[in-house]
């Protein structure tokens, strides 16, 4: 029995077309559980939302590239990144959870499959990993040219996010660090998030607008200025992705179409679009030419 909805499929059509190689810098695949099996214990049990359906989605939006970044519902079992990576002739890259103690030759396989960062997870209901551990994954990941995601929240983004930048290795905040939409854009966490621009190896991404939004409603509306501010203030620095099939909603299931169409009408600059969706992805994943 499935703890969550599925993705909704009656999603907006784009306003306009994508650049080419749009990237989705930032999506989740479950299962298929007959395939892929769910961890054992496990946060949460998903409907399976596997990389078929999220292509199909992709395709419905002009997105060519992908960054799947494991879900916690498999744990550290990395199969079903690795297959669809596999799969993708280049054009998808994996973000991984990396259990304690791993070493360089586990490091070492997951590159080879088309891994390219680590997550962390530091929300306030749960414990986070111990600063040494995440020091000794830096040190791991650094000579592969990876990067570390700060999954982060209101109560733990101060805490965190300064020792996160001495670490050597360039670090991804996800989801705008889930600031909350209804303390304003003067909130110091979000506030940190624009003191980033012009720090090398300083990455930001404009998803999960539903998790920022203190409404629960779509279309997310307190969300916008957020996502707009960072696109004036950063966009050099910035990624964007669905976060479908969205884990853990407790609001409205986002559209993914209404998702893109946000930042189409919040970024009318195809130079600048053109930047956040595909050279920013392509310098920090690397994809391979898909005429190769």
């Known amino acids: 029995m499935a703890d969550y909805a599925p993705p909704r499929t009656d999603i907006q059509a784009p306003l306009r077309a994508l650049p080419a190689r749009s990237c989705d810098a930032h999506c989740h695949i479950f299962g298929p559980?007959?395939?892929f099996p769910y961890a054992e214990p496990r946060p949460y049990t998903p409907p399976d939302a596997p990389y078929e359906k999220l292509l199909a989605m992709h395709a419905?939006?002009?997105?060519?590239?992908?960054?799947?970044?494991?879900a916690a519902c498999h744990g550290y079992d990395m199969s079903a990144v690795l297959a669809a990576i596999a799969s993708s002739?280049?054009?998808t890259r994996g973000v991984a959870l990396?259990?304690?103690?791993?070493?360089?030759?586990?490091?070492?396989?997951?590159?080879?499959?088309?891994?390219?960062?680590a997550r962390f997870h530091y929300m306030s209901h749960l414990d986070g990993t111990p600063?040494?551990?995440?020091?000794?994954?830096?040190?791991?990941i650094a000579p592969h040219g990876w990067h570390l995601c700060l999954h982060g929240d209101e109560d733990?983004?101060?805490?965190?996010?300064p020792w996160f930048l001495q670490l050597g290795v360039p670090i991804v905040v996800d989801h705008m660090a889930r600031v909350a939409a209804d303390k304003g854009l003067d909130n110091p966490n979000f506030?940190?998030?624009?003191?980033?621009?012009?720090?090398?190896?300083?990455?930001?991404?404009?998803?999960?607008?539903?998790?920022?939004?203190?409404?629960?409603?779509?279309?997310?509306a307190d969300g916008r200025p957020y996502i707009a501010a960072l696109i004036e203030h950063m966009p050099g620095q910035l990624l964007w992705g669905t976060d479908w099939p969205h884990p853990r909603v407790h609001g409205d299931m986002p559209d993914d179409g209404e998702s893109i169409n946000t930042l189409l009408e919040l970024c009318p600059d195809e130079g600048i679009l053109e930047r956040i969706l595909v050279r920013n992805p392509q310098g920090l994943y690397g994809f391979d030419d898909p005429e190769q």
């Not at 419905?60 to 494991?70: A, D, E, N, Y």
């Not at 990396?98 to 960062?117: F, N, S, T």
């Not at 600063?131 to 791991?140: H, P």
């Not at 733990?156 to 996010?161: E, F, H, M, R, T």
């Open 33 to 35: 559980a007959a395939v």
């Open 156 to 161: 733990s983004l101060a805490g965190v996010l």
């Open 98 to 117: 990396l259990p304690p103690g791993v070493q360089d030759d586990e490091v070492a396989r997951l590159h080879q499959g088309g891994i390219r960062g």
């Open 89 to 91: 002739r280049g054009q």
């Open 191 to 220: 506030q940190a998030l624009l003191a980033l621009k012009g720090r090398p190896g300083a990455w930001v991404k404009i998803s999960g607008i539903d998790r920022v939004s203190s409404s629960g409603k779509r279309p997310f």
């Open 60 to 70: 419905k939006l002009g997105l060519q590239r992908t960054v799947l970044v494991q």
């Open 131 to 140: 600063r040494a551990e995440v020091e000794r994954v830096a040190s791991l």
